[in-house]
Protein backbone atom coordinates (compact mmCIF):
# COMPACT_ATOMS: atom_id res chain seq x y z
CA UNK A 1 0.00 0.00 0.00
CA UNK A 2 1.37 3.48 -0.96
CA UNK A 3 1.47 6.48 1.08
CA UNK A 4 -0.94 7.82 -1.83
CA UNK A 5 -3.09 5.36 -0.56
CA UNK A 6 -2.59 6.17 3.23
CA UNK A 7 -3.61 9.70 2.28
CA UNK A 8 -6.52 8.87 0.73
CA UNK A 9 -7.34 6.55 3.45
CA UNK A 10 -7.53 9.24 6.18
CA UNK A 11 -9.61 11.19 3.98
CA UNK A 12 -12.22 8.66 4.08
CA UNK A 13 -12.09 8.23 7.15
CA UNK A 14 -12.81 12.04 7.79
CA UNK A 15 -15.76 11.77 5.27
CA UNK A 16 -17.34 9.17 7.70
CA UNK A 17 -17.37 10.94 11.01
CA UNK A 18 -14.48 9.11 13.16
CA UNK A 19 -15.86 10.17 16.91
CA UNK A 20 -14.82 7.47 19.64
CA UNK A 21 -17.28 7.02 22.79
CA UNK A 22 -15.42 7.54 26.24
CA UNK A 23 -16.66 5.04 28.86
CA UNK A 24 -17.52 7.77 30.92
CA UNK A 25 -19.86 9.58 28.39
CA UNK A 26 -21.19 5.88 27.94
CA UNK A 27 -21.95 5.66 31.53
CA UNK A 28 -23.50 8.79 31.92
CA UNK A 29 -25.91 8.36 28.77
CA UNK A 30 -26.80 5.35 30.44
CA UNK A 31 -28.55 6.90 33.69
CA UNK A 32 -29.95 9.97 31.33
CA UNK A 33 -29.80 10.81 27.60
CA UNK A 34 -30.17 14.29 28.34
CA UNK A 35 -27.20 14.02 30.64
CA UNK A 36 -24.72 13.26 27.74
CA UNK A 37 -26.05 16.11 25.22
CA UNK A 38 -25.51 18.77 28.01
CA UNK A 39 -22.02 18.10 27.27
CA UNK A 40 -21.90 17.15 23.29
CA UNK A 41 -23.36 19.77 22.18
CA UNK A 42 -24.86 22.08 24.27
CA UNK A 43 -21.28 22.39 26.41
CA UNK A 44 -22.86 22.59 30.07
CA UNK A 45 -19.72 22.36 32.14
CA UNK A 46 -19.70 19.33 34.19
CA UNK A 47 -19.51 21.46 37.42
CA UNK A 48 -17.44 23.74 39.55
CA UNK A 49 -15.83 21.57 42.21
CA UNK A 50 -12.27 21.27 42.29
CA UNK A 51 -10.54 18.10 41.93
CA UNK A 52 -6.98 18.84 43.13
CA UNK A 53 -6.86 16.25 45.89
CA UNK A 54 -9.18 13.43 43.62
CA UNK A 55 -6.73 13.73 41.09
CA UNK A 56 -3.42 13.52 43.41
CA UNK A 57 -4.81 10.32 44.69
CA UNK A 58 -5.32 9.23 41.63
CA UNK A 59 -1.80 10.02 40.84
CA UNK A 60 -0.97 8.27 43.50
CA UNK A 61 -2.99 5.02 43.08
CA UNK A 62 -1.57 4.97 39.18
CA UNK A 63 1.88 4.30 40.61
CA UNK A 64 1.71 2.63 43.67
CA UNK A 65 -0.81 -0.17 42.70
CA UNK A 66 2.11 -1.35 40.32
CA UNK A 67 4.86 -1.36 42.62
CA UNK A 68 4.05 -0.91 46.48
CA UNK A 69 0.63 -2.52 46.66
CA UNK A 70 1.58 -5.41 44.50
CA UNK A 71 4.85 -5.65 46.19
CA UNK A 72 2.84 -6.30 50.02
CA UNK A 73 0.20 -8.06 48.48
CA UNK A 74 -1.08 -10.90 51.23
CA UNK A 75 -4.17 -13.54 50.24
CA UNK A 76 -7.13 -12.61 53.13
CA UNK A 77 -4.28 -10.79 55.78
CA UNK A 78 -4.67 -11.39 59.17
CA UNK A 79 -4.82 -7.37 59.94
CA UNK A 80 -5.97 -5.54 56.78
CA UNK A 81 -5.45 -1.97 58.57
CA UNK A 82 -1.67 -3.06 59.64
CA UNK A 83 -0.99 -4.03 55.90
CA UNK A 84 -2.64 -1.23 54.76
CA UNK A 85 -0.16 1.40 57.08
CA UNK A 86 2.59 -1.02 56.21
CA UNK A 87 1.91 0.05 52.28
CA UNK A 88 1.28 3.64 53.51
CA UNK A 89 4.85 3.94 54.51
CA UNK A 90 6.50 2.20 51.47
CA UNK A 91 4.65 4.59 49.71
CA UNK A 92 5.66 7.84 51.40
CA UNK A 93 7.85 8.79 48.67
CA UNK A 94 5.22 8.28 46.07
CA UNK A 95 3.11 10.47 47.93
CA UNK A 96 5.59 13.21 48.61
CA UNK A 97 6.00 13.62 44.93
CA UNK A 98 2.64 13.33 43.97
CA UNK A 99 1.98 16.34 46.29
CA UNK A 100 4.66 18.00 44.94
CA UNK A 101 3.42 17.61 41.57
CA UNK A 102 -0.33 19.22 42.71
CA UNK A 103 1.08 21.94 44.21
CA UNK A 104 3.54 22.78 41.61
CA UNK A 105 0.71 22.64 39.29
CA UNK A 106 -1.63 24.45 40.85
CA UNK A 107 0.56 27.30 41.23
CA UNK A 108 1.18 27.87 37.24
CA UNK A 109 -2.38 27.22 36.90
CA UNK A 110 -3.18 30.38 39.73
CA UNK A 111 -5.97 27.86 41.55
CA UNK A 112 -6.27 28.03 44.72
CA UNK A 113 -4.77 24.83 47.54
CA UNK A 114 -7.11 23.51 49.73
CA UNK A 115 -6.33 24.43 53.32
CA UNK A 116 -6.17 20.75 54.01
CA UNK A 117 -4.60 19.50 50.54
CA UNK A 118 -1.83 17.19 51.89
CA UNK A 119 -4.01 15.70 55.15
CA UNK A 120 -6.85 14.99 52.90
CA UNK A 121 -4.63 13.44 50.18
CA UNK A 122 -3.03 11.20 52.48
CA UNK A 123 -6.59 10.52 54.07
CA UNK A 124 -8.28 9.22 51.11
CA UNK A 125 -5.28 7.14 50.00
CA UNK A 126 -5.06 4.96 53.23
CA UNK A 127 -9.01 4.92 53.01
CA UNK A 128 -8.20 3.09 49.65
CA UNK A 129 -5.71 0.56 50.71
CA UNK A 130 -8.00 -0.72 53.78
CA UNK A 131 -10.69 -1.30 50.80
CA UNK A 132 -7.98 -2.85 48.53
CA UNK A 133 -6.46 -5.56 51.60
CA UNK A 134 -9.65 -5.94 52.91
CA UNK A 135 -11.54 -7.01 50.43
CA UNK A 136 -9.32 -7.00 47.42
CA UNK A 137 -7.00 -8.99 49.18
CA UNK A 138 -9.35 -11.50 51.07
CA UNK A 139 -10.90 -13.03 47.88
CA UNK A 140 -7.87 -13.08 45.47
CA UNK A 141 -3.90 -14.38 45.42
CA UNK A 142 -1.22 -11.86 44.73
CA UNK A 143 -1.09 -11.07 40.84
CA UNK A 144 1.01 -11.73 38.81
CA UNK A 145 1.83 -7.99 37.52
CA UNK A 146 -0.14 -4.86 37.81
CA UNK A 147 -0.94 -2.15 34.93
CA UNK A 148 -2.22 1.42 36.07
CA UNK A 149 -3.90 3.93 33.59
CA UNK A 150 -4.56 2.67 30.38
CA UNK A 151 -6.21 4.13 27.08
CA UNK A 152 -7.70 1.20 25.06
CA UNK A 153 -9.08 2.22 21.72
CA UNK A 154 -11.64 -0.11 20.08
CA UNK A 155 -12.30 1.68 16.66
CA UNK A 156 -14.73 -0.84 15.29
CA UNK A 157 -17.09 -0.26 18.04
CA UNK A 158 -15.94 3.40 18.42
CA UNK A 159 -15.41 2.86 22.18
CA UNK A 160 -12.31 4.38 23.76
CA UNK A 161 -11.91 4.70 27.82
CA UNK A 162 -9.03 4.95 30.48
CA UNK A 163 -8.87 2.25 32.50
CA UNK A 164 -7.38 2.27 36.26
CA UNK A 165 -5.88 -0.39 36.84
CA UNK A 166 -5.45 -4.18 35.60
CA UNK A 167 -4.76 -6.84 37.76
CA UNK A 168 -3.53 -9.90 35.20
CA UNK A 169 -3.81 -13.53 37.08
CA UNK A 170 -2.52 -17.29 35.61
CA UNK A 171 -3.88 -18.10 32.18
CA UNK A 172 -4.01 -14.64 31.17
CA UNK A 173 -6.59 -13.86 33.42
CA UNK A 174 -7.64 -10.23 34.52
CA UNK A 175 -9.26 -8.39 37.16
CA UNK A 176 -10.70 -4.86 36.71
CA UNK A 177 -10.53 -1.90 39.28
CA UNK A 178 -11.80 1.47 39.49
CA UNK A 179 -11.00 3.58 41.82
CA UNK A 180 -13.37 6.37 43.28
CA UNK A 181 -10.95 9.07 44.82
CA UNK A 182 -13.73 12.41 44.83
CA UNK A 183 -15.10 11.79 48.22
CA UNK A 184 -15.18 9.67 51.59
CA UNK A 185 -18.49 9.05 51.74
CA UNK A 186 -19.38 5.52 51.34
CA UNK A 187 -20.14 4.38 47.80
CA UNK A 188 -23.80 5.02 47.06
CA UNK A 189 -24.01 3.04 44.23
CA UNK A 190 -23.98 5.42 41.79
CA UNK A 191 -25.55 4.65 38.37
CA UNK A 192 -22.74 6.15 36.50
CA UNK A 193 -20.09 4.42 38.21
CA UNK A 194 -21.71 1.42 37.83
CA UNK A 195 -22.69 1.66 33.81
CA UNK A 196 -18.90 2.99 33.40
CA UNK A 197 -17.21 0.03 35.00
CA UNK A 198 -19.66 -2.50 32.51
CA UNK A 199 -18.70 -0.22 29.94
CA UNK A 200 -15.07 -0.65 30.55
CA UNK A 201 -15.60 -4.45 30.91
CA UNK A 202 -15.91 -4.39 27.11
CA UNK A 203 -12.79 -2.80 26.62
CA UNK A 204 -10.68 -4.89 28.97
CA UNK A 205 -12.55 -7.61 27.03
CA UNK A 206 -10.83 -6.48 23.44
CA UNK A 207 -7.46 -5.90 24.77
CA UNK A 208 -7.39 -9.46 26.49
CA UNK A 209 -9.18 -11.17 23.68
CA UNK A 210 -9.45 -9.55 20.92
CA UNK A 211 -13.46 -9.41 21.20
CA UNK A 212 -15.80 -6.92 23.58
CA UNK A 213 -18.14 -9.86 24.04
CA UNK A 214 -15.84 -12.55 24.69
CA UNK A 215 -15.60 -13.11 29.02
CA UNK A 216 -13.70 -16.01 29.42
CA UNK A 217 -10.40 -14.37 30.63
CA UNK A 218 -12.30 -12.10 33.17
CA UNK A 219 -11.85 -13.17 36.78
CA UNK A 220 -13.52 -10.02 38.34
CA UNK A 221 -14.69 -5.96 38.37
CA UNK A 222 -14.59 -3.71 41.18
CA UNK A 223 -15.04 -0.08 42.37
CA UNK A 224 -12.71 0.24 45.23
CA UNK A 225 -13.88 3.51 46.77
CA UNK A 226 -13.29 4.84 50.98
CA UNK A 227 -12.36 1.68 53.33
CA UNK A 228 -14.62 -0.49 50.83
CA UNK A 229 -14.98 -2.31 47.34
CA UNK A 230 -18.08 -3.41 45.59
CA UNK A 231 -17.85 -5.80 43.16
CA UNK A 232 -20.71 -6.44 40.57
CA UNK A 233 -22.44 -10.31 40.18
CA UNK A 234 -20.71 -12.20 37.27
CA UNK A 235 -21.76 -13.09 34.48
CA UNK A 236 -23.61 -9.83 34.08
CA UNK A 237 -26.77 -9.68 33.15
CA UNK A 238 -27.01 -8.97 29.25
CA UNK A 239 -29.80 -6.38 29.64
CA UNK A 240 -27.54 -4.19 31.43
CA UNK A 241 -24.47 -5.31 28.50
CA UNK A 242 -26.86 -4.51 25.64
CA UNK A 243 -28.04 -1.25 27.22
CA UNK A 244 -24.23 -0.31 27.43
CA UNK A 245 -24.12 -0.83 23.73
CA UNK A 246 -27.12 0.66 22.92
CA UNK A 247 -26.86 3.72 24.77
CA UNK A 248 -22.84 3.85 23.19
CA UNK A 249 -24.63 3.71 19.69
CA UNK A 250 -27.02 6.77 20.94
CA UNK A 251 -24.05 8.75 22.12
CA UNK A 252 -21.90 7.89 18.73
CA UNK A 253 -25.19 8.99 16.72
CA UNK A 254 -25.38 12.52 18.55
CA UNK A 255 -22.10 12.93 17.98
CA UNK A 256 -22.17 12.50 14.53
CA UNK A 257 -24.69 15.43 13.68
CA UNK A 258 -27.88 12.51 14.26
CA UNK A 259 -30.93 13.10 15.81
CA UNK A 260 -31.34 10.08 17.82
CA UNK A 261 -34.87 9.53 19.92
CA UNK A 262 -34.05 11.29 23.49
CA UNK A 263 -36.43 10.52 26.45
CA UNK A 264 -36.34 10.92 30.09
CA UNK A 265 -35.74 8.10 32.10
CA UNK A 266 -38.28 7.69 34.78
CA UNK A 267 -35.90 8.95 37.30
CA UNK A 268 -32.72 11.30 36.72
CA UNK A 269 -30.43 11.71 39.64
CA UNK A 270 -29.33 15.07 38.92
CA UNK A 271 -32.56 16.89 37.18
CA UNK A 272 -35.11 15.06 40.17
CA UNK A 273 -32.65 15.66 42.70
CA UNK A 274 -32.46 18.78 41.74
CA UNK A 275 -28.50 18.36 40.64
CA UNK A 276 -26.01 20.96 39.64
CA UNK A 277 -26.57 20.82 36.04
CA UNK A 278 -30.75 20.28 36.57
CA UNK A 279 -31.73 24.09 35.62
CA UNK A 280 -29.35 23.42 32.34
CA UNK A 281 -31.37 20.61 31.33
CA UNK A 282 -34.46 21.92 31.46
CA UNK A 283 -33.97 24.80 29.71
CA UNK A 284 -32.50 23.03 26.84
CA UNK A 285 -35.46 20.34 26.99
CA UNK A 286 -38.15 23.48 27.19
CA UNK A 287 -35.62 25.09 24.25
CA UNK A 288 -35.69 22.30 21.94
CA UNK A 289 -39.22 21.79 22.25
CA UNK A 290 -40.69 24.92 21.41
CA UNK A 291 -38.14 25.18 18.88
CA UNK A 292 -39.67 22.45 16.96
CA UNK A 293 -43.03 24.01 17.70
CA UNK A 294 -41.72 27.48 15.71
CA UNK A 295 -43.15 28.83 18.99
CA UNK A 296 -39.97 31.27 19.46
CA UNK A 297 -39.21 34.69 19.04
CA UNK A 298 -37.84 35.16 15.09
CA UNK A 299 -34.62 37.15 16.48
CA UNK A 300 -34.01 34.70 19.23
CA UNK A 301 -34.55 31.45 16.83
CA UNK A 302 -31.96 33.11 14.44
CA UNK A 303 -29.23 33.13 17.18
CA UNK A 304 -29.98 29.88 18.75
CA UNK A 305 -29.79 28.43 14.76
CA UNK A 306 -26.43 29.64 14.51
CA UNK A 307 -24.80 28.42 17.77
CA UNK A 308 -26.11 24.78 16.84
CA UNK A 309 -24.46 25.16 13.90
CA UNK A 310 -21.47 25.80 15.28
CA UNK A 311 -21.78 23.30 18.03
CA UNK A 312 -22.07 20.50 15.13
CA UNK A 313 -19.25 22.30 13.38
CA UNK A 314 -17.36 21.83 16.27
CA UNK A 315 -18.11 17.93 16.76
CA UNK A 316 -16.74 17.62 13.11
CA UNK A 317 -13.36 18.64 14.40
CA UNK A 318 -13.51 16.30 17.42
CA UNK A 319 -13.72 13.82 14.90
CA UNK A 320 -10.33 14.81 13.59
CA UNK A 321 -8.70 14.39 16.54
CA UNK A 322 -9.17 10.30 16.49
CA UNK A 323 -8.37 10.10 12.59
CA UNK A 324 -4.81 8.71 13.59
CA UNK A 325 -6.12 5.69 15.15
CA UNK A 326 -9.05 4.79 12.81
CA UNK A 327 -6.25 5.12 10.14
CA UNK A 328 -4.00 2.55 12.03
CA UNK A 329 -7.32 -0.02 13.10
CA UNK A 330 -8.30 0.12 9.56
CA UNK A 331 -4.82 -1.03 8.21
CA UNK A 332 -3.74 -3.18 10.70
CA UNK A 333 -7.50 -4.83 10.14
CA UNK A 334 -6.66 -5.22 6.02
CA UNK A 335 -3.20 -6.04 6.23
CA UNK A 336 -2.11 -7.59 9.80
CA UNK A 337 -0.48 -5.91 12.46
CA UNK A 338 3.44 -6.05 11.31
CA UNK A 339 2.72 -5.38 7.11
CA UNK A 340 0.27 -2.26 8.95
CA UNK A 341 3.13 -0.72 10.97
CA UNK A 342 5.93 -1.16 8.28
CA UNK A 343 4.11 0.79 5.59
CA UNK A 344 2.52 3.24 8.36
CA UNK A 345 6.18 4.13 9.05
CA UNK A 346 6.77 4.72 5.31
CA UNK A 347 3.67 7.01 5.68
CA UNK A 348 5.40 8.79 8.67
CA UNK A 349 1.99 7.78 10.16
CA UNK A 350 3.85 5.82 12.98
CA UNK A 351 7.45 5.30 14.56
CA UNK A 352 8.52 2.06 15.97
CA UNK A 353 12.42 0.33 17.07
CA UNK A 354 12.36 2.55 20.21
CA UNK A 355 12.90 1.82 23.99
CA UNK A 356 12.96 3.60 27.02
CA UNK A 357 16.30 5.05 27.89
CA UNK A 358 16.30 7.15 30.96
CA UNK A 359 14.04 9.52 33.07
CA UNK A 360 14.69 12.95 34.47
CA UNK A 361 11.70 15.21 36.41
CA UNK A 362 8.64 14.86 33.81
CA UNK A 363 10.77 14.28 30.55
CA UNK A 364 11.35 10.91 29.27
CA UNK A 365 14.36 9.99 26.41
CA UNK A 366 13.50 7.39 24.16
CA UNK A 367 15.98 5.62 22.03
CA UNK A 368 16.41 3.60 19.17
CA UNK A 369 19.07 2.77 16.75
CA UNK A 370 19.52 5.18 13.65
CA UNK A 371 16.81 4.15 10.98
CA UNK A 372 16.37 4.79 7.36
CA UNK A 373 13.55 6.18 7.67
CA UNK A 374 13.87 9.66 9.22
CA UNK A 375 11.95 10.85 11.84
CA UNK A 376 10.14 13.81 9.90
CA UNK A 377 6.43 14.44 11.92
CA UNK A 378 8.09 14.54 15.41
CA UNK A 379 9.12 18.47 15.83
CA UNK A 380 9.20 19.91 19.37
CA UNK A 381 5.20 20.13 20.72
CA UNK A 382 3.49 17.52 18.99
CA UNK A 383 1.24 15.52 21.00
CA UNK A 384 1.99 11.79 20.56
CA UNK A 385 1.38 8.78 22.32
CA UNK A 386 3.84 6.05 23.30
CA UNK A 387 2.85 2.32 23.46
CA UNK A 388 4.60 -0.45 24.63
CA UNK A 389 3.72 -3.00 22.60
CA UNK A 390 2.40 -5.96 24.07
CA UNK A 391 2.72 -9.67 23.03
CA UNK A 392 -1.01 -11.09 21.71
CA UNK A 393 -2.29 -7.61 22.95
CA UNK A 394 -4.07 -5.21 20.40
CA UNK A 395 -1.84 -1.99 19.28
CA UNK A 396 -4.34 0.44 20.65
CA UNK A 397 -5.17 -2.27 23.98
CA UNK A 398 -1.21 -1.87 25.49
CA UNK A 399 -0.18 0.33 27.73
CA UNK A 400 1.03 3.62 27.02
CA UNK A 401 1.31 7.18 27.59
CA UNK A 402 0.77 10.64 26.20
CA UNK A 403 3.16 13.64 26.13
CA UNK A 404 4.59 16.37 23.94
CA UNK A 405 7.63 16.04 21.95
CA UNK A 406 10.37 18.36 23.35
CA UNK A 407 13.29 17.19 21.52
CA UNK A 408 13.83 14.82 18.39
CA UNK A 409 16.94 13.58 15.97
CA UNK A 410 17.61 10.60 14.11
CA UNK A 411 18.10 7.94 17.01
CA UNK A 412 16.56 9.84 19.92
CA UNK A 413 13.28 11.35 20.93
CA UNK A 414 12.73 13.32 24.34
CA UNK A 415 8.86 13.50 25.56
CA UNK A 416 7.63 16.39 28.00
CA UNK A 417 4.42 14.53 30.39
CA UNK A 418 2.54 17.10 32.42
CA UNK A 419 4.11 15.93 36.00
CA UNK A 420 6.32 14.13 37.01
CA UNK A 421 4.92 11.00 38.57
CA UNK A 422 3.93 10.35 35.31
CA UNK A 423 7.36 9.75 34.42
CA UNK A 424 7.75 7.66 36.95
CA UNK A 425 5.16 5.47 36.15
CA UNK A 426 6.03 5.02 32.32
CA UNK A 427 9.81 3.89 33.74
CA UNK A 428 7.59 1.48 35.61
CA UNK A 429 5.48 0.05 32.65
CA UNK A 430 7.23 0.46 29.63
CA UNK A 431 10.82 -0.43 30.72
CA UNK A 432 10.81 -3.91 29.14
CA UNK A 433 8.86 -3.14 25.53
CA UNK A 434 9.94 -2.23 22.51
CA UNK A 435 7.65 0.68 21.82
CA UNK A 436 5.75 2.46 18.97
CA UNK A 437 5.31 5.96 18.83
CA UNK A 438 2.23 6.98 17.16
CA UNK A 439 0.29 10.50 16.42
CA UNK A 440 -2.40 11.81 18.68
CA UNK A 441 -4.31 15.39 19.60
CA UNK A 442 -5.72 17.01 22.35
CA UNK A 443 -9.59 17.16 22.76
CA UNK A 444 -10.25 20.61 23.63
CA UNK A 445 -14.05 20.23 22.52
CA UNK A 446 -15.58 20.55 25.76
CA UNK A 447 -12.81 23.98 26.45
CA UNK A 448 -14.37 24.98 22.89
CA UNK A 449 -18.25 24.53 23.79
CA UNK A 450 -18.71 26.18 26.63
CA UNK A 451 -18.77 29.80 25.56
CA UNK A 452 -21.05 29.09 23.33
CA UNK A 453 -23.50 27.41 26.24
CA UNK A 454 -22.76 30.55 28.12
CA UNK A 455 -23.76 32.57 25.43
CA UNK A 456 -26.90 30.57 24.61
CA UNK A 457 -28.41 30.93 28.19
CA UNK A 458 -27.15 35.12 28.37
CA UNK A 459 -29.29 35.13 24.69
CA UNK A 460 -32.41 33.86 26.14
CA UNK A 461 -32.17 35.59 29.18
CA UNK A 462 -32.44 39.12 27.28
CA UNK A 463 -34.49 38.19 24.76
CA UNK A 464 -37.22 36.10 25.86
CA UNK A 465 -39.60 36.71 28.89
CA UNK A 466 -39.52 35.09 31.90
CA UNK A 467 -42.98 33.39 30.78
CA UNK A 468 -40.95 31.08 28.39
CA UNK A 469 -38.71 29.18 30.80
CA UNK A 470 -40.69 29.44 34.34
CA UNK A 471 -39.66 26.49 35.08
CA UNK A 472 -36.11 28.07 35.25
Known sequence: MSSLAVRELYRTISKTKGHLVQSREIATTCVCPYLFKMCYPFGVPPGEQDYLIAN???????????????????????NFENLARSIDRDSS????????????????EGKTIPTYFEYDVQDRFHGLLIGISKKLMK??????????????????????????????????????????????DKFKGSGIDKWQLIANFLLANYRYTGNEDNWSKCLFGSVVFYENAYFPRLPLKQEKIDKVKYDRKFAHDVLCGGSPYTQKPAFCPVCDREGESSSDCHFYREDSRMAGQGTLPPNYASIRRHLIKRRYLVLDERSETHKHKFVISNMIERLGESIALQELEKSDVVYSGFRLGSTHENLITLVREVSDNPITFLEPSKVVRIIGKEDSRPLLGCINEKGFVKDATESKLVVSLDKKIYADRAKEQLLNFPIVIIRDENNLTRRTLEPMHRFHRLAADLMLPRRFFDNN
Open 93 to 108: AIVEKAIQDAKDVANR
Open 56 to 78: TVHDIMSLAMPTTILHNWQQDPT
Open 139 to 184: KYSRPKRAITEITITNVKKFQEGRIDAFLEFDDDCYGLIDWKTNDI
